[in-house]
Structure formats: C-alpha cells, structure tokens
C-alpha cells in the first residue's frame, strides 16, 4: 500500500479552533450500502446463499486489515476519507486487537467512526486515538459510544501533518470471527461549536481555573463557553453573577453528543462555595452531555464547575451554553 496519504481538500480554518462558524454534521456514507436498508452491506460481493452456518464474510473496504497490526509500531496505514475494516480475533496473530495510522494533510477537525453494532458485529467497540503533532503536542482521546448506538465517535481538532494512530478493540475484551469492524477519518467542514467566550485557564494571573477561588471568567445569559478540560486540569470553575429577584439558569453541555471524549460533569456553587446541585448526564444516562437547571433567588456570584473524570489530554473539549433570565417576578 501507498504511503502517499490523500486527505480530503477543505478550506483552512486555522485559528478557529473551537469558534467560528454554526454546527453543520453529515454523516458519510454506508461503503457497502445496498439501498435496501436492511443492514446488508455485502452485496456487492456476493451473499453466502443462506448458509448461516458460515461467518459472514468481512464488509466491502478500501483497507482490509493487514495483521499484525497489534501495536502503535504495526498500525497499518489507510488514509482518510475511506474505509478500514478488520476482524478481532485471538489467534496469535491477531491479539484481538487492531490498529491504523494515517497522516492529516490541513487543520481542522478529525471525525473518526468505528462502527461495530450498526454492522451486525457481535463487538462493543472502544476505539482510541494518539495524536502525534508537532503543533498541539501529543495527546490521547478515547471514546465508548455516540448518540444513539454503542459504536465509538470521536470529533478532535488536529493539525496539518499530525500523524494520527488508532486502535480499535472489543470493551469486554470478545474475539471471534463475529466481532468484525470497521473505521472510517473523515476532515470535517465545521467547527462543533459556535463560541461567544473561549475558557482562559491563567486570565487574570492565576495559576489555573481548577477551584471556586481561581474563578477567573464570568459566564452570562447567551454565551456559549469553549473550553478544555486537559492534562492536570482538575475543573474548570467559571463565575456567574445574579442579580436581585428570580433568576432561571440553564447550563446546558455540549461535548459527547458531537464527538468530544469529554464525559462531563457540571456542579453549581452558591455564593459561599457550596454545592447546590451536580448533573452527570442528559435526560439518559447513555447521554453523557448533562444539563442543569436552577431557579435562583440569592443575588451575588455563584460559580459554575466543568470536570471530566478521568482527564487525559488536551482533546477533551467542551462547550456549555449558558441561559441566565432574571424576572422581577420571585413568586414561586
Ligand atoms: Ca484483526
Ligand atoms: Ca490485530
Ligand atoms: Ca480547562
Ligand atoms: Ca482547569
């Protein structure tokens, strides 16, 4: 295989990161869709006939796997823009665990996708990717699921000439003809996020936003902060200030849902420092993204923490939409 890596052409949005334009996502392509929707991605090769007896044979890729590939130092190089596939299994060869490498050639965002259960796989796939950049540094995302399935996404900002490796593997550690998968880059045309306030961990000249006292960015109604939860990066605590009579407060994450590995947890702080209430996650607890609300009647300044257990990099990023409406109205 080539080494030459192709990336998709896109006009350059370096020195937006994490700003810019609105949200705009489209999903690539089934490679093997036959149009029938009936989950069948084979028919361009050819069915078994109705022999269920048989393993199905891998799905149609431009980059079936080239074992062993079980290692940072054995990824197997693909490019962006097509289809990986493989298969885990524990022969030896194999290890039960596969992975790929390519090169991205223009800044942006990195879409990666590895399907398992949309597929028919028997996997549950974890998928992890090392960035190697000579820009942003080395960092490590890692990522369990995305809206709606339990197959891993992951949208990461990245660089031009950032090598990217990722592995792909079963969580509960499953080999076997069945766990097949497949994993697709994509360079994205947006920016997640539309930021009105980008989080500043040293502002004001503290050592860092991690408690109530370093406090150092004051959210207000319709901003939507940006923000990093990285390497030793214990939360990021911002201030909100209330004004007299009843204030409706909805703060509202958006992370997991468009391909963050941030897990976020959001706490409210009164204004002595005590916690008055904690969201882990949306309306399901397979949404990782929380949102809390609170109607406050006690004017002064009250702090908002980000946190995303475990933090392990600068890839973890995080937006928070802030909604702060004060009535006079305090009658509950
Ligand atoms: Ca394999
Ligand atoms: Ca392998
Ligand atoms: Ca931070
Ligand atoms: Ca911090």
């Not at 690539?28 to 050819?46: I, K």
């Not at 290890?95 to 490498?101: C, K, Q």
């Not at 796989?121 to 990522?143: H, R």
């Amino acid at each position: 295989m080539p080494t030459a890596l192709l990336l998709l052409i896109w006009s350059s949005i370096e020195g937006c990161y994490l700003s810019c334009n609105s949200i705009q996502i489209s999903l690539p392509g089934n490679p093997g869709d036959d149009g029938n929707d009936d989950g069948n991605t084979n028919t361009e090769t050819g069915d078994s006939g109705g022999d269920t007896g048989t393993p199905p044979p891998p799905p149609p890729c431009t980059f079936p796997e080239v074992e062993p590939n079980n290692t940072l130092g054995e990824a197997f190089e693909i490019t962006a823009e097509a289809w990986a596939c493989g298969t885990l299994l524990s022969d030896g060869e194999d290890m039960g665990v596969d992975f790929v490498t390519f090169t991205v050639a223009e800044d942006g965002w990195l879409s990666l996708w590895g399907r398992g259960e949309d597929v028919g796989s028997f996997s549950d796939l974890s998928m992890s990717a090392w960035v190697y950049s000579e820009v942003g540094g080395d960092d490590l995302a890692i990522a369990y699921s995305s809206p709606g399935s339990s197959d891993p996404r992951l949208t990461i900002p990245v660089h031009a000439g950032d090598v990217i490796k990722a592995s792909i593997r079963d969580q509960n550690g499953g080999t076997g003809e069945q766990y097949i998968w497949e994993l697709l880059g994509t360079m994205e045309k947006y920016d997640p996020l539309d930021c009105t306030l980008e989080e500043d961990e040293t502002a004001g000249g503290v050592t860092n936003n991690d408690v109530v006292a370093r406090a150092n960015q004051t959210l207000a109604n319709g901003d939507t902060l940006c923000g990093v939860t990285g390497t030793s990066d214990n939360g990021d605590v911002y201030r909100i200030e209330i004004p007299e009579g009843r204030t409706d407060v909805v703060l509202e994450v958006i992370a997991w849902q468009l391909g963050s590995p941030a897990d976020i947890t959001i706490t409210l702080y009164d204004p002595t420092g005590e916690t008055v209430s904690s969201e882990a996650y949306g309306e399901l607890s397979t949404d990782l993204d929380p949102t809390l609300e609170r109607t406050i009647l006690e004017p002064g300044v009250w702090f908002v923490e980000i946190e995303s257990p475990p933090a392990v990099g600068d890839l973890y990023w995080y937006g928070l939409k802030v909604t702060a409406e004060t009535s006079t109205d305090t009658g509950i």
